[in-house]
């Protein structure tokens, strides 16, 4: 069973508008929570990364934001632009090894 | 350049013949893995290996074999694909333990 859940699985916003994926994890042993990034036909890119030492990380307009009480963890894209259409992928790890991923959300701004 | 390659990118064959995809990285990085991707389930890790000689499993590593003979290279080896085995594969590498994964293009491997 996915270790990691990710909702939604699309995600329509429009342009300047906060677009919003949540991530829910099971196992207490991970460490390292990235977020992974992919257009049409290309490999996965890192977006940004957080460990749970901290609740929030922010880099430019992403952000995620993390609760580890409740293992749940979420992107935030701010002021969202059409370039940010893609299919966003959370995932999960015990020391950036046995890496476990979401199923996904694709996201469409629109202009 | 930073680069991780993969060969073929594209791939047809048939079910049972032996097939290798290769990875090769230029970062002098200590890890990769090997995953697939498939539609509604995301990337699954197939294997991982933090140096030469040192392999794991990860989450769907049955009907695939790997090898780390150098820190360069990791192929992924299917000795008997089956049709269930068609999927996006993409092999990534990272410097250590809290470095950024670096993805190649992905092989597309369709068995019939």
């Known amino acids: 069973q996915q270790q990691v859940k990710q909702s939604p699985q699309s995600l329509i916003v429009q342009k300047g508008g906060i677009s919003i994926i949540n991530c829910a994890y099971e196992?207490?042993?991970?460490?390292?929570f990235p977020w992974y990034q992919q257009f049409p036909g290309k490999g996965p890119a890192l977006l940004i990364a957080i460990r749970p030492d901290v609740s929030e990380k922010k880099e430019g307009r992403f952000t995620i934001s993390f609760n580890k009480s409740a293992k749940q963890f979420s992107l935030h894209i701010m002021d969202s632009q059409p370039g940010d259409s893609a299919t966003y992928f959370c995932?999960?790890?015990?020391?950036?090894?046995?890496?476990?991923f979401g199923a996904g959300t694709r996201l469409t701004v629109k202009p | 350049e930073a680069q991780v390659t993969q060969n073929p990118r594209y791939l047809i064959t048939v079910t049972g013949k032996k097939l290798t995809v290769t990875c090769s990285q230029n970062m002098n990085h200590e890890y990769m893995s090997w995953y697939r991707q498939d539609p509604g389930l995301g990337l699954r890790q197939i294997y991982y290996s933090m140096n030469v000689e040192v392999t794991d499993k990860g989450d769907v590593p049955e009907g695939y074999k790997v090898s780390r003979k150098e820190k360069r290279n990791f192929p992924l080896i299917l000795e008997s694909p089956s049709p269930n085995q068609t999927s996006l594969y993409f092999c990534a590498t990272h410097k250590d333990a809290w470095g950024e994964q670096y993805f190649g293009p992905g092989t597309r491997l369709t068995v019939t």
């Open positions: 995932a999960a790890s015990y020391n950036n090894n046995d890496m476990r």
């Open positions: 196992n207490t042993a991970f460490d390292y």
